[in-house]
Structure formats: C-alpha cells, structure tokens
C-alpha cells in the first residue's frame, strides 16, 4: 500500500451524517450515514453533514433509493430498499433501487469504508436503512400536519400517501418540497416486526425481470461516444518485467491504436488499445514479448505441497490455545487421528471479465467499474493520475458475479486503466481481462495444507484436538492486516477452526504464513472453505468410530452457546425424514458450520455416477437472524452450494509449473455445471427476531464436506485432497 493511499485510508473516520435538501429538479432528497463505533446495532447519535441523497421522492411519485453497495447477485439490490420503503411507508410499485457511486456517506457502517464483503451489507445497514425510512416518513408527516394544521399524531401513512383525520390525503410527491425545509426529526421508533410489510416477506429482487429478458446492463456493456477498448499483455511469471516487445503485427491489425509498455503492480506489462475487443484481443495475442523473470520466484505446485507438508509438521504462531497441548501424549496411539489435508489454489472466475472503463481529462476523470471496494478503488485511480479522490467520480456499475474478486486491496484493475487513460487523455477506455487473464493472473485462494492429530476420549468424543494451518497470509501487506493479522497469524486462514463451537477441553490451533510469489485474495467464505471441510469430514469420521448418528453427535459436542448451529441442526433433522429411505447405493451426508454469525446445515444424498459424485438432494437449515428477504435467501443457499462444489471438481484447481500457471480457461479450470449440482435444494430458514447475519457467503463451506462424508458411506475412505480427482 502507498504512502498516499494509506493516508487517505486513516483520514477515513465512522461518522454519523444526515441531510435533507430540495432538489433542484423537485422533491425531496434524504441521506443518512450512521456510525456504530462498537456494534452495527448500537443505536447512534445522528448529526447533520452534507452528503448525497440516499433517497430522492420524485414528483411524479417514484422513490429513488441509493444503495450504498455493489449489486453482484446477492440481491441487497431488493434487501436495502426493502427495509427504508418498509419504515417509510412508501408504495413498493413505486421504488426504483440505484448502485450509489463512490463516495463518503456511502460507507460501510461498521467498517467505515465503501465495500461489499465479509457478508455484510444487510447485516451492517440493517439500522441505517430502517431509520433513514423511518424518518423520511416522519418528516412527510410533519408537512402534512403543518398544511392541515393539525398534530402529526393525527396523521397515519400508507403506500406513499398521508391520511389525516377529517378525510384528509396528500401523497408523498406533493409533500416532498415543503418536506424538506422541515427539521430532521431525532429518535423515531421503528415499526414492530408485526407490521412490516415487506420485511420478511418473500419479495421478488427488482432486477430480476431485467436480468431474465436481457436488458440488464453490466459494467462490461458500456459504450460510451468514442469509447476505446484496452487489453494487457501480463508476464507469465508474477512479478516478471518486459525485457522487450515486437508490436509490428499487433499494430498491422486495422483499428489497433496504441501498444505501449505499463507498470503493473507488480512487474510490467503491454497494453493494447483499439477501436473494438476483439481488435484489441487478436492484436494482443500477436505481440511478441521477451520478459525478465530472473528476479523473482518461480513457484511449483508440487515443490509447495512438500514444503508445506513439512511445515505442517511444526507448530506455527497460536491462533488459540486452551488446555493442555501435550494432552494427547497420554491417549493411546488407538484412540489418535493423525490426518493431512491439502487444498489447492482456486480461481474465482465470475461470468463477467474484470472490467474497468475511465475517462481522464486532466483536471478530473470519471470511472464506471463493478467494485467491491469503491472507497479504495476510488483513492488507487486518483493517486495514478495525480488527483484527488474527490476529482474522481465513481459510477458503482452492475457486476455479474464476484466471490471476492472485484475486492483487490492493491486496486490492481482500476490501477491498470488509469494509467492507459492517463495516456489517452479525454477518451473512455475500456480495460477488458479476459478470463484468459482471469485465470492465469493470481489473486486465488491460497493453496493450504492442514495437519491434525486428535485424542479421542473414553467417551468416544475428541480430548485434545491439535491443529497446524499452512498457506498464504491473505491480509499481511494490505490495509486489512491491522484488524486482521494478530501474533503472526492471519485470522481468514483459520477462521472455521481457530473459533468452532465445538467445546474440546484440549484445543490448540496456530499457523504458518509462508510468502510465495503467488497473488491471493478471499473467496466466497474465505477460509472457512477449507476449514470447514478439515473440521467437518473429522467430526464425521469420528461420529463414525463411535458408532453414533451424525447429527447426535455433533449436538453432543457443540457448546451450549452455540444456538445457531442448534438451531439449525434441530430444524435439519425436522426435515430430513426422507433420509431414512434412500435408494440403494445412496449415501446421506451431513455437515454444519457457522460463518459470517450465520448457522447453518446440511445433508445431502448422494450417489456414484460415471466415477463422480451426483447428489440427487439437498436440504439445508439456516439461522441469519431476521429475514428480511426469505427469497433472497434462499437463492443465496442454492446458488451457494453449487459453487462451493468447485473444491471438489476434478479438475477445480490452479496449479503452477516454473512459476507458470497451467490453466488458461474453463477447460482446464472447470467450474461446477448443471450436472454436478444439487438435483433439488431445500431451504429452510430458522425463525428469529435478532439482528441479521451474512448470507452470501456461508452456504459455500459446508456443501463440499457433506458430499464428502456421504462417499466415504459409500467406498469406506476418507478423502483429505482436494479436489477429486478420483473417488
């Protein structure tokens, strides 16, 4: 991270801001940016700053509700307007739902910069929204009690319109103006659970129809008036240099206009700009570059496995530590597990290419691009081109598909087009990765190795549990590290372990964070993917030796704290009757896992088909709190497992040879299909009235270990490497 950026960064404070202005085409504009210093629930304490609309109640009657997040499939496009239309009383066939651009009353709550991650969004604005709803009505009321000259207790709302006592009506357009000159009202109460209307109500996302017939735009549809396309030629080796380029060819291809070397963030690279793609595609895979890796590490798969290996031999810097470590010197070697696990490195590859589109014009630039992490990508482009953020407009643009890798702390995307629009001065360009680039240009989840030796009780349960993490740090170096690496151990490589619910008297984790010259990043669910999978296929091989139900078991073990996970255990076996008559050669399988503060459960049946896995069923139990869209939900769930099935596809890993990544696309890096996904998914969601959890991400850990546990039902083995490539 920069000098420059990190500055920027530590300016950033959480505060509170709220305004209400009349616009200058007509209505009322309301914004609202809370600060909960400990808690996103704790109530805070509002105070006046001018910030952008948040919401805008237009003269023809529409509401325009800003949402401060990236749109990407997980439906807060809905779930946010859903909780401020609900307390405001607006008319729900009157709300349209824009992606708000890049600025500071859009940040996270919590967090206090603008992002989407860590499952958050719903969990974090949940109060935000609500009483930014709450007050906007509260404020239409008020000018309607002033025009009636009456007490605004007189008054009540419904679907955009005030009603008086005398018979009395207003709608909410033809109040917006006198609204706005009106003081912002402190300490409204929220309306009862009991008299939502549409949170916790199964309403359906307001970009789905646009989505379903086509006319959807994405980050990578736009066309702006002489807009240019861009693509970059990356080393072969992270981190290799240009050490010289033939652009003859790429330049004889008619509408090729500019090929020209670029510092990358890490080494260099050659840019190619054209009138159209597929110009700047076939112009770019002319280019005949030499390039200098001398300098750098040239990683290999099979050589980091075997120092891994050994590294997992070792205790690493403790993550948690309780009871005695040696404990297990004192079971029998009968009554010891001793198991490796390796996990591969994993791409991310969302259905739309990377993208960013900027137009510098010196003085100012303005950016469109499908970011997780607008505050920071903001702060990268303005330092490439010499400006300040506030020079930088930032358009949040629809973005197909995610799973963390539209959340690079190094901005390395945005970096990339800036420089090329630095050079093209007042023309759009468009830099496209193609998923050639995609898969071959890092930033994956890191490759792990899990080492754990378990004493097993007379009881049957596990004594002492001893647990060494291997892999990449994904937090040290970046921004991130301060809240997230503590004693040398990055807590995204051992959550689902280092803070289980399991109560195990002897319990000790600690990790190694080797540095390898491989680019990682978070995806889906982050380290609870592998975590997850460790945990459960070894809670289940130990309900297995104790000849105990796998459910049982596992209630057994769980902490009388953990209520989620119980929760959602208790509903799974509810509704699970039909794995009690399965066909033969079917198998059930069962995990859980809570990530995110969000519980949940899974079985599976499953059976072997053409040597792979089908699993003709799913039924998963899910505590996230309050629902506030019980659709929505659900789409995450299923939508969830199908992707976290990507671990255990046979050929769903990145492997390097001489620092080269061998893979280039979804041949050789092959995402789940239909086949390979649940024949049916059956959600049920835990009733609750506490605050909401994530949603995006949990449904991911706890899929794969289920198949899992149910083959080794099937074929008596145990699988700890991933993926399968054989079962």
């Known amino acids: ?194 008299d939502l209307r549409l949170a916790g109500k199964k309403v359906r996302r307001l970009d789905s129809r646009a989505k379903c017939d086509g006319s959807q735009k994405f980050g990578l549809d736009l066309d702006l008036p ?203 360009v468009k830099l496209v990765w193609t998923r050639e680039d995609d898969v071959q240009g890092g930033y994956y989840r890191p490759m792990h190795v899990h080492r754990v030796e378990i004493g097993i009780g007379a009881d049957g349960m596990p004594a002492t549990w001893r647990h060494v993490v291997v892999g990449q740090s994904i937090l040290a170096g970046t921004f991130f590290a301060a809240m997230g690496v503590q004693n040398g151990v990055d807590s995204t490589a051992v959550e689902g372990t280092a803070d289980t619910h399991y109560a195990i008297p002897n319990f000790h984790v600690s990790a190694h964070h080797p540095a390898i010259n491989v680019p990682v990043l978070w995806w889906r669910s982050v380290g609870h993917t592998h975590n997850a999978f ?10 297995t030796r104790a000849k105990a139900d796998p459910i049982a078991y596992r209630l057994k073990l769980l902490s009388p704290g953990a209520k989620k996970l119980r929760a959602c255990l208790a509903l799974l076996q509810e509704n699970t009757a039909w794995h009690n008559s399965v066909p033969r050669n079917h198998a059930v399988g069962v995990a859980c896992h809570e990530s995110f503060e969000t519980g949940l459960a899974c079985a599976v049946e499953v059976s072997i088909e053409n040597k792979r896995p089908r699993i003709h069923r799913a039924t998963i139990a899910v505590d996230p709190g309050f629902a506030v869209n019980p659709l929505t939900i659900e789409s995450q769930m299923q939508g969830g497992v199908s992707f976290g099935i990507t671990q255990l596809m046979p050929k769903g890993a990145i492997t390097l040879k001489d620092g080269r990544v061998e893979q280039r696309n979804w041949d050789g890096y092959t995402p789940p299909y239909i086949k390979d996904a649940p024949v049916t998914v059956d959600v049920h969601i835990v009733p609750s009235a506490e605050k909401p959890s994530g949603c995006g991400e949990p449904p991911a850990p706890v899929i794969s270990p289920a198949i899992v546990n149910a083959l080794s039902q099937l074929t008596g083995k145990r699988y700890r490497r991933l993926p399968l490539t054989e079962i």
């Open 226 to 428: 002489g807009m240019k396309v861009a693509l970059v030629a990356h080393p072969p080796v992270f981190g290799a240099k240009v050490k010289s380029f033939d652009e003859k060819a790429a330049r004889a291809i008619p509408g090729v206009q500019d090929v020209f070397e670029i510092p990358l963030v890490k080494g260099t690279g050659v840019a190619v700009v054209a009138d159209r793609f597929w110009t700047a595609k076939q112009a770019c895979d002319r280019l005949r570059a030499e390039w200098d890796a001398t300098s750098v590490e040239h990683p290999d798969t099979a050589q980091l496995f075997a120092k891994y290996r050994e590294l997992a031999g070792t205790t690493g810097n403790v993550a948690v530590s309780r009871g005695d470590m040696n404990a297990i010197h004192s079971i029998p070697d009968a009554n010891r597990v001793v198991a490796e696990y390796e996990f591969p490195y994993l791409a991310h590859t969302p259905m739309e290419p990377l993208n960013t589109t900027i137009r510098f014009d010196g003085d100012g630039a303005e950016v469109w691009a499908g970011s997780q992490l607008q505050t920071v990508d903001r702060i990268a482009v303005a330092e490439t081109l010499g400006l300040k953020p506030e020079q930088v407009t930032f358009h949040t643009e629809m973005a197909g598909g995610g799973f963390g890798r539209r959340a690079t702390p190094d901005s390395h995307v945005q970096r990339e087009a800036a420089t090329i629009a630095k050079r093209l001065r007042g023309t759009p």
């Open 534 to 543: 460790v945990v459960e296929t070894l809670i289940d091989e130990l309900a």
């Open 1 to 194: 991270m920069t000098t420059a950026m990190s500055s920027s960064l530590r300016s950033i404070t959480r505060r509170t801001f709220l305004r209400v202005s009349s616009a200058a085409a007509g209505g009322l504009f309301v914004s609202l940016h809370l600060d909960w210093p400990a808690s996103a629930q704790q109530t805070p304490k509002l105070q006046a700053y001018p910030p952008d609309a948040f919401v805008h109640v237009r003269p023809d009657g529409k509401i325009v509700i800003q949402v401060n997040r990236l749109e990407f499939g997980q439906g807060v496009q809905t779930a946010l307007p859903m909780l401020l239309a609900d307390e405001m009383d607006a008319d729900w066939s009157q709300v349209v739902a824009e992606l708000a651009p890049a600025a500071d009353v859009y940040r996270d709550p919590l967090y206090g910069i603008q992002l989407v991650g860590g499952s958050g969004s719903v969990a974090h604005s949940f109060h935000q929204y609500r009483q930014l709803g709450a007050q906007t009505r509260a404020m239409l009321v008020a000018a309607a009690a002033a025009q009636w000259k009456i007490e605004p207790s007189q008054c009540h709302t419904q679907a955009s319109v005030v009603y008086g006592p005398s018979g009395q009506s207003a709608k909410y357009a033809e109040l917006a103006a006198a609204a706005a000159h009106l003081p912002v009202p402190e300490n409204i109460p929220f309306k009862n659970d009991s």
